[in-house]
């Protein structure tokens, strides 16, 4: 079986695809997703929904791409490149969110990591409320796994989330919304500053991955990286825990190896290597 349902198919490498916007600083978004799948061994294949003009200071500008272009992109791929697993990214208008919800349905993509993208890095707002209100609506209930960092699980929930108690409830919330599993990622947890955790919620299992704070600028890409992780994982067929282990373990290791390039909030590592099972 070669489409994203079942198990994918033996004796070819397995494909990820990211629904996602282009980041010209080359940290975060389509750019991050490819060298992503890339070490972790999956055939990268993407679906551009929107170019930026960005760097380690911020985001300049936002280019959408008309709607009809990005369903012809999703088509092509389901007619000759089927994913194995799909993640979503920075989908920037209420349009765009639709039509992608609907042409993951339609096409009958499976394993889907959804990274809610609504603010950068730098702080900009990349969502706009209507576009937000349509996530929690149209591709939550989707998702195999949704990885909203505490502000993107703020807006998409209409509550506080300040402690690992409040991270637990969001994930619960979130799964009541029809995702199959919530990963709240801490990184932006005010408090301790010498540990940062983030909280896995898949049906009465509740795991916390703890990790030591890295005292670093060079954040850039940390969300997009992370549910890309997962997806190449879910492609090769692996479990969502242990695609979730992987993941995280990788991106901690990309943050601490960090290139130190630009002036803002510069980019992690793509360059540091999956576990050694991850892309076989």
Known sequence: MTSGQGQPTRGR???????????????????ADLKTFHQFGVFGTSVIVAVTAQNTRGVAGVH???????????????????PDAVKTGMLATPELVDLVATGIKHFGFRRLVVDPVMVATSGDRLLSPDAERLVAQR??????????NLEEARLLLHEAIDGIDDMERAGHKLMQLGAEAVLVK??????DDSELVDVLVTGDTVRHFRHPRIPTASTHGTGCTLSAAVAAGLAHGRDLVTAVVDAVDFVHRAIAGAPAIGHGHGPISHFVAAPTHANS
């Open 13 to 31: 490498r397995p494909i990820a695809l990211t629904i996602a916007g282009s980041d010209s600083g080359g940290g975060a978004g389509i750019q």
């Open 186 to 191: 801490g990184g932006h947890m005010s408090g």
């Open 64 to 82: 959408e791409i008309p709607g009809e272009m990005v369903t012809s992109q999703m088509e092509a791929l389901a007619g000759d490149l089927p």
């Open 139 to 148: 591709l939550v209930p989707l998702a195999t796994l949704v990885t909203p």
